[in-house]
């Protein structure tokens, strides 16, 4: 998987040939209603020919047909000129039901509707231990949940996050998950818990692993009290995105290390690039580096020539498809441990990274979720005539476990920026580490 840049936006009037052909003109913040009205039949060109995401939410019970009507009513409601970021809004709210986190529309005036939705953890400062029936507080920072207090488990289902434990017991933070935007958390992300008529009111904060940020291009490494580490920032480098040589180096790291009892790939705050990267680290240090995903890659008229390709007569939208490889077999050269930290912030061939990983035989994902960017992919970019909006639109499809806006669920959750320094304390420490609570850059 690659993420393609903007290095042209493909105008989409001229083909089919009811989009005329516009002349240079200075950029306007308005439309008239008949210009607005055509700049959504070619955006309805666009994602019914060239978004490889349309039947998806199709068949989840969405009507794109009703999103369009819903669009063009506006329009036509507008008195007076069609303000353009009016136009973009209009376009972003009727077509909220697509959670993409590659899809998205751009202002020449810098303005950008992006369809990303996360299903985001949200956390008390309180950890528990596990104590069979129930659960007993051993760090805390609520008034309701004071150390030392018990509480039933039946209270606490659906809001246990397991996390990094000292040796023979099981830590929990507590919390839930819900989609960004939810009025159920936002904006007093209040958790209430009912104690036999007693509420427990535990305020909540997002989980803080995607807090810190990374500047180590493809890959880093490094040796940390003995314990080898390699961080991930970009799977992208220079203007081509992708270079041999360096992927060349990052194959020999891994095979460097296949030796190793031990170590740390610390991907937190990458958000993707080429995928062929982390696949050849993974085999040079496993040899197993299957990516197991069923993929389809739509192609069009527009998409071709987004491409800068030639469109041939009898060209017609259709798919390509390219299935997973067969078999479970998940055996790997690499007889030690990989410790794989994530959080939200992880997307698209980062993702493809984390799927790669699990032929690791015994890997432990760290930190957060990844934020399930990854079923939509490989971008091309299409310019509006009229308003000139840019469309950001994938037109490949991922399938590969991890669910748009869901991603991969870590192991042991961490709620703390500082994943890689917590993760050495709990393996140098393994019998009195305590993960921590409250804890901010």
Same mark, same amino acid.
């Given at each position: 998987?690659?993420d393609? =840049?903007v290095?042209?936006?493909?105008r989409?009037?001229?083909?089919?040939?009811?989009f005329?052909?516009?002349d240079?003109r200075?950029y306007?913040?308005?439309?008239?209603?008949?210009?607005?009205?055509?700049d959504?039949?070619a955006?309805?060109?666009?994602?019914?020919?060239?978004?490889?995401g349309?039947?998806?939410?199709e068949?989840?019970g969405?009507?794109?047909?009703a999103?369009?009507?819903?669009?063009?009513?506006?329009i036509? =409601? @507008?008195?007076?000129?069609?303000?353009?970021?009016?136009?973009?809004?209009?376009?972003r709210?009727?077509?909220?039901?697509?959670?993409d986190?590659?899809l998205?529309?751009?202002?020449? %005036?810098?303005?950008r509707a992006?369809f990303?939705h996360?299903?985001k953890?949200?956390f008390a400062d309180v950890?528990l231990k596990?104590?069979?029936?129930?659960c007993t507080v051993?760090?805390?920072r609520?008034?309701d949940?004071p150390v030392?207090?018990r509480v039933?488990?039946?209270l606490?289902s659906?809001h246990?996050?397991?996390?990094l434990?000292p040796s023979?017991?099981t830590?929990y933070?507590?919390g839930r998950?819900?989609?960004?935007g939810?009025?159920a958390?936002?904006p007093?992300r209040?958790?209430?818990?009912?104690?036999?008529?007693?509420?427990?009111?535990l305020?909540?904060?997002? @989980?803080?692993?995607?807090k810190?940020?990374g500047?180590?291009?493809v890959?880093?490494?490094?040796?940390?009290?003995g314990?080898?580490?390699v961080?991930?920032?970009?799977?992208?480098?220079?203007? %081509?995105g992708?270079?041999?040589?360096?992927a060349?180096?990052?194959?020999?790291?891994?095979?460097?290390?296949?030796?190793?009892?031990?170590?740390i790939?610390?991907?937190?705050?990458?958000?993707?690039?080429?995928s062929?990267?982390p696949?050849?680290?993974?085999?040079?240090?496993?040899?197993?580096a299957?990516?197991?995903?069923?993929?389809?890659t739509?192609?069009?008229?527009?998409?071709l020539?987004?491409?800068?390709?030639?469109?041939?007569?009898?060209?017609?939208?259709?798919w390509?498809?390219?299935p997973?490889?067969?078999g479970?077999?998940?055996? =790997?050269?690499?007889?030690g441990?990989m410790?794989?930290?994530t959080s939200?912030r992880?997307?698209?061939?980062?993702?493809?990274a984390?799927?790669?990983?699990t032929?690791?035989?015994?890997?432990v994902?760290?930190?957060?979720s990844?934020?399930?960017r990854g079923?939509f992919?490989?971008?091309?970019?299409?310019?509006?005539p009229h308003?000139?909006l840019v @469309?950001?639109?994938?037109?490949?499809?991922?399938l590969?476990g991890?669910?748009?806006?869901? =991603?991969?669920?870590?192991?042991?959750w961490?709620?703390?920026?500082?994943l890689?320094e917590?993760?050495?304390?709990?393996l140098?420490h393994p019998?009195?580490?305590?993960?921590?609570?409250g804890?901010?850059?």
């Open positions: 998987m690659s393609t =840049g290095f042209r936006a493909y989409i009037d001229g083909y089919p040939s009811v005329p052909d516009q240079i200075p306007s913040f308005t439309l008239s209603r008949r210009q607005a009205l055509e959504l039949a955006f309805q060109y666009l994602l019914d020919t060239s978004y490889s349309r039947e998806f939410w068949k989840q969405n009507s794109f047909s999103a369009y009507a819903r669009v063009a009513d506006w036509r =409601g @507008c008195e007076g000129p069609v303000a353009i970021s009016g136009f973009l809004s209009a376009l709210d009727r077509f909220s039901f697509i959670h986190g590659h998205s529309i751009s202002s020449a %005036e810098g303005e992006s990303a996360t299903y953890a949200y950890l596990d104590a069979g029936e129930s051993v760090s805390s609520a008034p949940l030392g207090r039933e488990k039946r606490l659906g246990l996050f397991p996390t434990s023979g017991e830590h933070y507590i998950r819900s989609w960004t939810d009025q958390v936002s007093t209040e958790l209430v818990l009912d104690d036999g008529g007693e509420a427990i009111r305020l909540l904060h997002p @989980c803080r692993a995607s810190s940020r500047d180590h291009g890959f880093s490494f490094s040796e940390t009290q314990i080898p580490v961080r991930s920032s970009v799977f992208w480098e220079g203007a %081509e992708y270079s041999e040589a360096r060349a180096q990052f194959e020999e790291l891994g095979r460097r290390l296949r030796s190793r009892s031990r170590l790939w610390d991907m937190h705050d990458n958000g993707g690039g080429d062929d990267y696949q050849r680290f993974l085999h040079g240090l496993n040899e197993n299957q990516w197991r995903v069923d993929c389809a739509l192609s069009s008229p527009a998409i020539r987004a491409k800068g390709q030639s469109v041939p007569r009898d060209c017609a939208r259709h390509t498809y390219s997973s490889p067969s479970e077999d998940t055996r =790997g050269a690499y007889g441990a410790y794989l930290l939200e992880v997307g698209s061939s980062a993702e493809a984390v799927s790669m990983a032929n690791v035989p015994h890997c994902r760290i930190g957060e990844t934020g399930g079923t992919g490989e971008t091309l970019h299409y310019e509006l308003s000139r @469309c950001c639109v994938p037109h490949k499809l991922f590969s991890a669910e748009e806006g869901i =991603g991969y669920a870590p192991d042991y961490l709620d703390t920026p500082a890689c917590e993760t050495i304390q709990w140098k019998k009195t580490y305590q993960a921590p609570i804890a901010e850059i």
